[in-house]
């Protein structure tokens, strides 16, 4: 078990996967990123709930402008994961393996142990003459046999317990740990391939984002956004690019529903309904927000429904 | 007839015509607004209507005549906000620095009007 009170220093390591996605793999710095304002989004799948996603859990998934952003103010270094996860070597095969097959016996001995302790529970629980229904339920556990005689043959109930036990070993299913975090691995390595800066990372072509003018202004507008204090999000549920919230998500219902669109989108009548009605029917105001290349300036417009 | 006030209008800009008048006779006739005139502003080659709701109100409303199918885009709206901010205070019965909003009103064809505001900058949801 890794230790959980390793307080972690900015600059806070974000692995970039083969894909281009950033995902940062450790809780500490998941609770730190929200002092500035970071959310991202859990996108792990919890082992024990596994089919329901409305509670996930690490890793964080980063939106391109939070890494921009992040990496901009030197809060964050990119991690190449591909490359910092080398192969390991045969040794470190075997010592694996050995730590593995280690791990499921103590497991399996720890099981049958905990059938014994029950057995003998139920045992001295059948001497004390209880009543039949609390017997019931320690005898489910142990699997005993009701019928059978109070006063056995010692030798006989010997070979039973083996017998049994032996059944137990084969239909006994070991709990498989995988880790969340790789840093424990010894065929995991990241200080060569650590990136403190937008340069650096662009030249490596490990992090490129945003490379087209539209990508430009729409990192622009987020900057401008996150420098007026806002939370930002994800807008996907909403049908636009970001939600704003005034506050931490958790406390606070997003305010805006921000899409970034060109100053000269041709938009129909129809489209600022469409934006109006959504935005009014949620408690939202729908903000359309443009770049405007001559001034250097971000342009915001919010629509909303007129009830006369 | 209410369609007097207007008539002069309809003939200086005839592409707005159906649309002034639309809208016109839904705020004074179906939605019985208090008041309503009409104010023309040349440098849009267009009228809009300043209203109130009610007799208690005491900001005027800055409505936007516009067909169903004209065509918007962000930089026509600052454009629109930036010029009626030149509009001489007289004639908007306000200051028109602070027109921070307009409401846009679209008419269809089969006589529908929807109204819906626009504001310049970010403002947030008055429900909220």
Request: hydrophobic residues 35%; charged residues 25%.
């Amino acid at each position: 078990m890794e230790s959980s009170k390793t307080n972690v220093q900015q600059p806070f390591k974000v692995n970039i996967s083969k894909n281009n996605k950033a995902f940062i793999w450790d809780a500490e710095t998941v609770n730190k990123l929200r002092k500035d304002r970071i959310i991202g989004s859990l996108i792990g799948s919890l082992p024990r709930y596994p089919l329901q996603n409305q509670l996930l859990g690490l890793p964080l998934s980063l939106m391109p402008e939070e890494v921009t952003l992040l990496l901009s103010k030197g809060i964050i270094v990119l991690i190449d994961d591909e490359k910092s996860h080398l192969l390991p070597t045969k040794s470190q095969i075997e010592e694996f393996e050995k730590n593995k097959t280690e791990n499921e016996e103590q497991q399996l001995q720890d099981y049958l142990r905990f059938i014994k302790e029950k057995r003998s529970k139920f045992q001295s629980l059948k001497k004390n003459k209880l009543k039949k229904n609390d017997v019931k339920e320690i005898e489910n556990i142990t699997n005993n046999d009701n019928d059978h005689n109070e006063i056995d043959d010692s030798c006989s109930q010997q070979l039973r317990i083996t017998e049994h036990e032996s059944s137990l070993i084969k239909a006994f299913a070991p709990t498989i740990t995988i880790k969340t975090s790789s840093n424990s691995f010894e065929w995991y390595n990241d200080k060569n391939y650590c990136f403190d800066s937008l340069e650096v990372a662009r030249l490596a072509g490990l992090w490129t984002w945003p490379s087209t003018p539209k990508e430009k202004y729409k990192f622009n507008i987020y900057c401008d956004l996150w420098n007026r204090g806002y939370f930002i999000t994800n807008g996907i549920k909403f049908g636009g690019d970001y939600l704003l919230y005034p506050g931490d998500p958790l406390r606070y219902h997003s305010h805006f529903i921000a899409t970034i669109i060109d100053m000269n989108k041709e938009l129909s009548p129809m489209d600022i309904i469409t934006f109006g009605r959504m935005g009014t029917a949620v408690k939202k105001s729908y903000m359309l927000c443009s770049w405007d290349t001559n001034e250097d300036k971000a342009v915001y417009v919010c629509i909303e429904w007129a009830g006369y | 007839m209410k369609l007097d006030q207007i008539s002069s209008y309809c003939d200086k800009y005839p592409q707005e015509a159906s649309n002034l008048s639309q809208v016109y006779l839904d705020l004074t006739t179906a939605k019985s607004w208090a008041e309503v005139k009409v104010k023309d502003i040349e440098p849009l080659q267009r009228c809009i209507l300043l209203g109130r709701t009610s007799k208690s109100d005491t900001k005027m409303i800055i409505i936007v005549p516009c067909a169903s199918n004209e065509i918007w885009t962000i930089e026509k709206i600052t454009q629109l906000f930036s010029q009626l901010r030149t509009v001489p205070s007289l004639l908007l019965d306000c200051d028109p620095n602070n027109i921070k909003s307009i409401t846009l009103a679209i008419a269809f064809p089969d006589s529908t009007v929807v109204y819906y505001k626009v504001h310049d900058g970010i403002n947030p949801p008055s429900d909220n």
